[in-house]
């Protein structure tokens, strides 16, 4: 489903099983992967499938810092990178099942499994796995090399060089993403319908924005937007002068 700045478009069916993660550059350039290892890429007007990029493994996550790269993650621990064209083999880069990955530019990436560990991409290869939170991480974003956030039910901090400790900052919920556009600003939501927002100091409290239901993704491209989806359909827009909640056309 696309949105023009104004409405919601019909929803297009662009491959046989479930789309799991979407990243957009621009209003041109969009990649998006499924639960069956597809990857497809949008023009600006329509979606085509580039290949099954992971062997019939599932993906779960896709990020394109520039329309000429990319990288996706997947459950079986692989990574494997687009090049504006084609992608390449994946690699087996960790044992456990990958969830997120963030790529700031086509240099630096970092991606975190369920058990917690990170691993950041150089360019050319994928780092060794690194435990940075036992409870796991479920989403994270990096705006730049030296700074990310990865989320679970608590917030941890990367600055380049290490991560800190979890901030418990939505005590009894889980936060299911993250974006970050800046080292000052960042937007998570949670399976309750929360979102809290960081100003590159602090987190806010939690903050109800989708009462009742599972927010499981928001993009923020500035401090000054942000929207979230939940697992009911439903679209909620986040801007400096609040929130509105939109339904797409189904």
Do not use: R
Not at 139 to 146: E, G, H, I, R, T
């Amino acid at each position: 489903v696309t949105y023009n700045g104004t409405d919601w478009g019909q929803p297009a069916t662009v491959g046989p099983d479930d789309l799991v993660s979407v990243s957009c550059l621009s209003a041109s350039f969009c990649a998006a992967v499924d639960s069956s290892g597809n990857a497809f890429v949008y023009n600006g007007t329509g979606w085509s499938m580039t290949a099954n990029v992971a062997d019939g493994n599932g993906l779960d996550s896709v990020s394109c810092p520039s329309a000429g790269f990319c990288a996706a993650v997947g459950g079986s621990g692989d990574a494997l990178t687009y090049n504006g064209t084609a992608w390449g083999q994946g690699a087996d880069v960790d044992a456990s099942a990958l969830v997120s990955v963030s790529c700031a530019n086509t240099s630096f990436c970092s991606a975190a499994d369920f058990q917690g560990d990170v691993l950041t991409y150089d360019g050319t290869a994928w780092s060794h796995p690194t435990n940075v939170d036992p409870a796991g991480l479920a989403s994270l974003s990096c705006a730049s090399a030296y700074f990310c956030v990865g989320v679970d039910g608590g917030a941890k901090v990367f600055d380049g060089s290490s991560w800190a400790q979890p901030d418990d900052v939505d005590v009894g919920n889980t936060m299911e993403s993250v974006s970050c556009p800046s080292a000052s600003f960042c937007a998570a939501v949670d399976a309750s319908g929360n979102a809290v927002t960081y100003d590159g100091s602090n987190w806010s409290t939690p903050s109800p924005i989708d009462a009742g239901h599972n927010l499981v993704s928001v993009s923020c491209p500035s401090a000054g937007f942000c929207a979230a989806v939940d697992g009911a359909g439903n679209v909620v827009v986040g801007t400096s002068g609040g929130t509105s909640t939109t339904t797409p056309a189904v």
